[in-house]
């Protein structure tokens, strides 16, 4: 809601930031169902900061 009221937005992709711990689960669905690597890094790997989370991409783009 805005103070106009709701607002609706369309999208391609949707990414959702909530909670205070890991889910790992759609990385375990994936890793078993898409044929590529699959990479689990930032907050859904382990709740941190920004630090960790460009740390672990920085990470990533390296091996890849």
Known sequence: DTSEGE???SADTV???VGFHADLSLYYRLNKE???KVW???DAK???N???AIQDGNA???AI
């Open 7 to 9: 607002k609706k937005i």
């Open 15 to 17: 990414i959702l930031s």
């Open 34 to 36: 898409v044929p590529k």
């Open 40 to 42: 689990c890094l930032g």
């Open 46 to 48: 382990s709740p941190s």
């Open 50 to 52: 920004i630090l960790y």
């Open 60 to 62: 990533v783009g390296k």
